[in-house]
């Protein structure tokens, strides 16, 4: 294995999660505000699953997101 490639693969997959989730959530969290489904001071809980079949891997992240 290619340790350098892999690494650097790795890290180029995990950005563009990174830069997309983010902006997936701010645009719902806009048109939410928008829409009045929040009013922008709460608290909301975030789940994220990674997946990669070919390694029977699943791994499940919790966390929060605070608007106010």
């Known amino acids: 294995m290619d ?5 650097l693969t ?3 997959f995990l ?3 990174g ?9 719902a969290v806009r048109d939410a505000i928008a829409d009045g ?7 909301l809980e975030a789940k994220m699953t990674l997946e ?5 891997l699943k791994h499940h992240t919790h ?3 605070e608007l106010g």
């Open 3 to 7: 340790e350098d490639k892999f690494n």
């Open 10 to 12: 790795v890290r180029k």
């Open 15 to 17: 950005k563009e999660v």
């Open 19 to 27: 830069v997309t989730s983010q902006r997936e959530i701010e645009k």
């Open 37 to 43: 489904r929040l009013n922008g001071a709460e608290t």
């Open 52 to 56: 990669v079949p070919a390694l029977s």
């Open 63 to 65: 966390g929060h997101i």
